[in-house]
Structure formats: C-alpha cells, structure tokens
C-alpha cells in the first residue's frame, strides 16, 4: 500500500498527535495556501471549510491567503467557516457586493467595503479579534503596484481595524474594485496579479510543506490578463503603476509555470521516496464542476461551489487520516 503524499502524511501526523503552533517535534513548517478570485472562491472556501470540519486547524503553522482566499483562511484561524460561508448563499448578498452596472457610474463594480465593513459587522458578524489572536497566523497577500512584487501584510496587523485594511487590499481588484489602497508607505491591489497561488511567499518564508487550494480545475487553462485588464492599466501609465505594467506582461507566463510546477509536485506518490522539501500538493475542484464565473451572483450556485469545494478536499484527505 502506498504511501500517502508527504504534505497528508504530516497532517495526519500532527493530527494524531494533537500538536498545534509553538508545541511541534517534527521540525517542519506546514502552510495552508488559499487561491481567490471573486466568485470562484467558493471552492477554496468550501475547502477551508472541510479543513475546519476534519479538525486539521491547528496542524497548520502559518495561513497565507490571496484575494477572497485570504478572507476564507481568515474563517478558518478564528474557528468561524461554518458560519461564514454561508454568507456566501445568504439572499441578496452578493448581488450587493458584486454589481457591474456601478462601473457604468464610475463607482466600483466589486464593493470590497462593503464586504469587509458591512456584511462583516452587520450581516455575518465576525469576530475579528478572534482572527487577530489566533495560534495559526494569517498571511493576506497584496500586490504592490509600484514593485510589482507580491507583499505579505501579516507584518501590517494588529488589531481589528488592520486586520480588516489589510484584506480589503488583498482582495482590491484593480479598478474593479477602485483605486490602490496604501497602507504602510505602500500602494497595494489585489494579490492576484502577482501572486494569485500565495505559495511563493509561503516558501520564501521557510514552509517545508504546502496544500494548496485551487478554485479553478484541472482541465481549465490559466487565463492571460484580460484586454480590458491591460487596457485599464495602460491608461492609468507606467508612471503611475509600474509595477502593474510590468506583471501584467509576463501573468500567463507566470500561472501556466505554477500549474506546472504544482500539478508535478502533486502527482508524487508518498512511497516514491523524494523526501526532500520543498513539498507541495494542490487540492482542485473536480473534473465535471461548474465554472462559476468570478462576478456570480446566483445563490444556488454559490452554494453548490461551497459543497463541492468540501467535498473534494475531503475525498483527498480523509483518506490519510486514517
């Protein structure tokens, strides 16, 4: 029999043991790796949530999250998936915070604000302090849009307050989502245009491990700026954004070698004997999943997202628990 892949057998592992953050022996530094992109977040989240329900939290040493994928492993450190997710079904939510006739009006087509300020206080409260003083730190991702470069914000956090500012920038969509928001002497968009698979930075910083999870599936090619993308972009200058010029050229380049490197990294078996770190596994929706588009609205297929989101991250890992 086989054994499991290297990143399952030390979740396993750590799960048997009932070790958490400050108590390992194993010597390794095991990261959880979330994907966004708008709507399609409801597969990572809905794996996040089959993380929470298999009681593998705390096997974790460090969350880094990208766009949407930064709130879903912000749920997961403070212990409050089940509940948020369902935010992403509750009647009428998200035709609130994604609208595109606002871009006719100049006003932002992805009401960021909104999410984070609104639904997070008043509609699906979250307990933010929870997610500030968590054993298992979060990681929110940005992009900073003069280096290009993807930057860790888990420095910018303190409190509630930045807490919120800093997953507000990871998931601010330029110009769909308004202009770049700075914080620390730093200009910052949306993590998915450096970096929307925040692995990177995960192994920059030391993990010997990564599950990453995916929102889009297997057999889906990674997709190239959009030429709206580029041509909003090239109309705010390279003067004004260099960074975003520059990453913007060379993003289809960038994504089908991360598919690459993760598709490989995943397909080795446990007993294969490649032992050395790095070790990285990505979880996918499955084959025959709907491609929910980035700005979907409908309840029911946000829904389903989630469900089998979680289902396809307990088909992988259960097994290996034993």
Known sequence: ?????????????????GSGPGDRSDGH?????????????????????????????????????????????????????????????????MERVTKPTRGLRG?????????????????????WQAIVDAEVPLHPVATDVDTGQSFDLRGTIDDPISLKLALRASANVPVLAGLPMEIHGRRLVDAAVAEPLPFHTALDQGATHVLMLRTRRADQEAIDATRLEKALVARLGEARVPGLVHVLGRRLETRRADDEWLAKASAIAGDEGVDEPPHLLEVRPPE???????????????????????????????????
Request: proline letters at 5%; glycine letters at 14%.
């Open 1 to 17: 029999m086989s054994r499991p892949h290297r990143v399952l057998e030390v979740l396993a592992a750590r799960r048997a043991a």
């Open 288 to 322: 025959g999943a709907n491609t929910i588009n980035p700005l979907e609205t409908d309840p029911d297929r946000l829904r389903r997202g989630v469900e089998t989101g979680c289902d396809a991250l307990r088909a992988l890992v259960e097994p290996a628990l034993g």
């Open 107 to 127: 006003r932002p087509v992805v009401d960021v604000e909104y999410l984070i300020e609104t639904v997070g206080e008043e509609i699906v409260p979250v307990d």
């Open 29 to 93: 530094r095991v990261v959880l790796a979330v994907e966004g992109g708008g709507s399609r977040a409801t597969y990572s989240s809905g794996m996040v949530l089959g993380l929470e329900r298999l009681g593998l939290t705390r096997c974790f040493d460090a969350v880094y999250g990208a766009s949407a994928g930064a709130l879903a492993g912000s749920w997961l450190v403070g212990g409050q998936t089940e509940k948020c997710c369902a935010g992403w079904w509750e009647p009428g939510l």
